[in-house]
């Protein structure tokens, strides 16, 4: 019984985690597309976040309805002469009049600027969380400066103190972290090295860890070390009993045993040394010459046993962080879309919504700031989608007025309602097709 209220517990936490994610995406798309088409002289008439009935609503002094409706799943919003609450298809009838008010009927720029909007307003989103990620924590030093310590195994050396400047490791010298990668690649691991470091003005020579330890600073959502409960800060001691020093030792254990289920020794701060068993999934990954098939079992690495210290960004610089990660995520969207479609890598690349669900479910449970984290992802990620050539999709609608402003005439009706039932085909498919893989891909 305790078992069922916990799995209980854990979908209806998923569930909640999900709809708040997608319910904040959704408001910030629909309302670029409400503000910019209002700014624009395009009316709206309902503004929804949900689907179906209507739970509640008001009319504000613009004379638009908002509503929350029963189905969290979405929003819209419809402008007058909208036939439906994608806006796609010919549209319904307008008072001539009232036509300049219509999406249909409005100047060729306001329909671009306010179909533009939705998506638009998902990357300023995600710039906007990334950039005061980078104000909040700000940035690593370029210098080796100790800053919050992790815990470390038993018989771990750790004499450094946070505040201390690395300088030199095992007598090599050290002027940034490329410089301490690189050093570290040159030296034996070993539960204690020398570390040169300048504390309080003077120079001193401490114990402290391997630079490289086998330690996990991420775990993949949905991945087998999400599933086995491992967790960023945990220590792999040993992997099938042999001892393990580094984490790179640990990619060439996994790919060795080619799926065959893996038992890893991890020591937990307060709590001790304890088993997983684990079998890696095959994944195609991103390489610089394409893709890539490797096994793994969803680990992360690559981190010393204390974190880096870190420095102020200034509002240019958080803003430049913010796009760039915002442009890294729709150009990871481009190549892999591209990549499935040449088939470069396989379908069940593209997950659905169980998959995104449970991502979400893991984000919030890893704390607020991954749950934050993990939103702007998705809002960049859906705000490209968006963008897709396809009818129903914002992307859609820009393609028939790309049509227009070409040929200085909109497409004829018929062939914008028949286009549009084909898109929402494709759209409907594409959702099987996730929600399928998300149910029998591994």
């Known amino acids: 019984m305790t078992v069922l209220l916990d799995s209980l517990g854990g979908v209806l936490w998923t569930v909640a985690a999900f709809v708040v994610a997608l319910s904040i995406i959704v408001t910030v798309h629909e309302y670029g597309h409400y503000i910019v088409g209002r700014w624009s002289g395009i009316k ?86 990334f950039g005061g990620m980078a104000l909040w924590q700000g940035m690593p030093q370029d210098q080796v400066r100790v800053g919050r310590l992790q815990a470390t195994p038993p018989g771990v050396a750790m004499e450094l103190q946070p505040g201390d400047l690395v300088v030199a490791l095992d007598g090599r010298r050290i002027a940034d972290w490329a410089d301490l990668a690189r050093v570290a690649g040159e030296i034996p691991p070993r539960d204690a090295h020398d570390w040169t470091v300048i504390r309080d003005g003077a120079e001193i020579t401490v114990a402290g860890p391997d630079p490289m330890p086998p330690l996990i600073t991420g775990i993949a959502p949905r991945s087998p070390a999400a599933a086995s409960g491992l967790q960023p800060g945990d220590v792999i001691l040993a992997i099938d009993g042999r001892r393990v020093s580094r984490f790179e030792e640990l990619r060439d254990h996994v790919a060795a045993a080619e799926g065959r289920p893996v038992l890893l020794s991890v020591w937990r701060a307060g709590a001790g040394v304890a088993d997983y068993s684990l079998a890696a999934r095959e994944q195609d990954l991103p390489t610089a010459e394409g893709f890539e098939r490797r096994w793994l079992i969803g680990v992360t690495g690559g981190g010393t046993f204390f974190e880096a210290a870190t420095r102020r960004t200034g509002l240019a610089e958080a803003a430049q962080i913010g796009a760039l990660r915002t442009w890294d995520i729709i150009a990871s969207s481009v190549t892999g879309l591209w990549a499935m479609i040449t088939g ?73 309602d028949i286009l549009s039932a084909l898109g929402l085909a494709a759209v409907l498919s594409l959702m099987v097709l996730g929600l399928t893989n998300d149910i029998f891909c591994p």
């Open 344 to 416: 470069q890598i396989g379908t069940c690349n593209l997950g659905g919504a169980i998959s995104i669900a449970e991502t979400t479910g893991q984000a919030a449970s890893a704390g607020g700031q991954n749950f934050i984290w993990w939103i702007a992802v998705l809002s960049a990620a859906i705000g490209f989608l968006n963008l897709l050539p396809v009818p129903v999709l914002d992307g859609g609608h820009l393609m028939f007025y790309f049509y227009e402003a070409v040929t200085r005439r909109p497409p004829p009706a018929r062939v914008v």
């Open 44 to 129: 709206a008439e309902v503004f929804s976040l949900g689907f179906g009935p209507r739970l509640f609503s008001r009319r504000d002094r613009h004379g638009t309805v908002w509503q929350v409706a029963a189905i969290p799943l979405g929003g819209y919003v419809r402008f007058l002469g909208d036939s439906n609450a994608a806006s796609a298809g010919s549209g319904a009838a307008v008072d001539p009049r009232r036509a300049r008010q219509s999406l249909n009927g409005a100047p060729l720029w306001a329909r671009f600027a306010t179909v533009s909007a939705g998506p638009v307003f998902n990357f300023i989103l995600s710039v906007l969380v």
